[in-house]
């Protein structure tokens, strides 16, 4: 009498082969099919991966088809296995794991090789409901290779008290990683904190200096920033980092049409189950499409948003074509989110100074690609808004000095530490005078 085909071996054994097949299946002209059907469907162009990432995935179905196949085997061989595997809740559990598991493992292989090689390696943002994110409260971890602290109240540098102490002029900073002090690992090295120094030593006053600058921020985050916690200060003059990005970058998050996470959190983990999740190419995928939902219900609340969006608006769009009409209705959004941190600031008698930076490209040509800084110089002076253009001061400085754009940049926009000291001296006047006119008002 022959013993019959145990049910969870054969159950097994089909997921196996299918798990396998998959190796045949996914291949570069199935992906690449693939990758026209995503792009026609997301509206974007979804690219197709590189070969070597296919190859991988073919050896991934076949390793865990060839898995799975083997512990079919072994049920069959080992008359212990053979008698668990028969008892009829363990084959209701395999058939359960089996229609549960075989899906996700299969789209988990085949969504890897087009998702970006991203590893959530800190925990220095966090999500905010209003602002994105924010600087964790307390957080020490590593950010662009240097390690970055952050105090007691989400924010980079001294605690200072929110009441003012006598004798002092204080000086509250916004802007995002230029101000913040991206790769730099102390915060007295950073421009707002040298500049202090610099003002202390020439000009014989103490400085408080108050740096709430983060990591990515744009105008419209600053002034919530400014809103909630800047004013507490009572500052004696608010300067302004303004970055060419801060007018396009915030089109490539949801709340302004885009569909993409933020570079922050797409870098940091809340919890260990999110670094967890964060390496799964269906959990990725899954909050791609769930971002994509969001942008396109945004879109259409506002069709200037989806001109942006379908322009796929860059800096280097702000330099070379100014006049397009996308550019044009960017630029009226970004100043508009500036003039909302002026008139919050005048409306309490705090001065306003906005120290604009460029890009490295803008060095080598500042004639022909200054367009944006045209822009916010006429924006300002029409409006009374104390402006420093960094562009010529630091082309006049690097040709004095013999300079070139890498002895004071990192890479495309960042300050080295000596780029953070030049920056400190050229706008010390500025600053200066903005201190004295608010000290005689």
Not at 302 to 322: C, F, K, T, Y
Request: aromatic share 8%; charged share 20%; glycine share 6%.
């Amino acid at each position: 009498m022959t013993t019959s085909r145990n049910p969870a071996q054969l159950l097994l054994a089909v997921a196996g082969v299918v798990l396998a097949t998959g190796a045949v299946i996914h291949n570069p002209w199935t992906v690449r099919l693939a990758a026209r059907a995503a792009t026609a469907l997301v509206g974007r162009v979804v690219a197709v991966p590189d070969p070597s990432l296919i190859q991988r995935a073919q050896l991934a179905y076949l390793l865990a088809g060839a898995i799975v196949l083997l512990a079919a085997f072994l049920i069959g061989r080992a008359a212990a296995l053979d008698r668990c595997f028969r008892h009829p809740l363990t084959q209701k559990l395999t058939l359960a794991l089996v229609v549960l598991m075989l899906p996700l493992v299969w789209l988990e292989i085949g969504l890897r090789p087009f998702v970006p090689p991203v590893e959530k390696s800190n925990r220095l943002f966090v999500r905010d409901d209003d602002l994105g994110w924010r600087l964790r409260p307390g957080a020490v971890d590593q950010w662009g290779g240097v390690t970055v602290r952050v105090n007691e109240r989400g924010f980079r540098g001294p605690v200072i008290p929110y009441p003012r102490a006598p004798g002092t002029r204080r000086i509250l900073y916004l802007g995002d990683s230029v101000t913040f002090g991206y790769r730099m690992e102390r915060w007295e090295d950073t421009w707002p904190f040298l500049l202090a120094d610099t003002l202390a030593a020439r000009d014989s006053f103490p400085i408080e200096t108050v740096n709430l600058s983060v990591e990515g921020y744009s105008q419209w985050q600053e002034n919530m920033v400014l809103t909630r916690e800047g004013y507490r200060y009572q500052p004696d003059l608010v300067v302004v980092g303004f970055v060419l990005n801060d007018v396009t970058e915030m089109f490539h998050l949801p709340r302004f049409g885009g569909s993409d996470e933020a570079y922050q959190l797409r870098h940091a983990y809340a919890s260990r189950a999110d670094r967890l999740l964060s390496k799964s190419a269906l959990f990725y995928e899954l909050q791609n499409v769930i971002r994509e939902v969001k942008a396109r219900r945004r879109l259409g609340a506002d069709v200037r948003l989806g001109a942006i969006q379908q322009e796929n608006l860059e800096v280097e769009s702000l330099m070379r074509n100014p006049d397009e009409p996308a550019v044009r209705t960017a630029w009226d959004l970004a100043l508009a989110d500036l003039q909302h941190i002026v008139d919050g600031c005048r409306a309490r008698g705090i001065p306003v100074l906005v120290v604009v930076f460029p890009f490295t490209v803008q060095l080598d040509d500042p004639a022909a690609l200054s367009a944006p800084q045209r822009v916010i110089d006429a924006y300002a002076n029409a409006r009374g808004i104390p402006a420093v253009d960094l562009l010529p001061l630091l082309v006049d400085h690097m040709r004095s000095e013999g300079m070139r754009a890498g002895d004071l940049f990192l890479d495309h926009d960042h300050l080295s530490e000596a780029g953070h000291r030049v920056v400190a001296g050229l706008v010390a006047d500025a600053v200066a005078h903005s201190l004295a006119g608010a000290a005689t008002d």
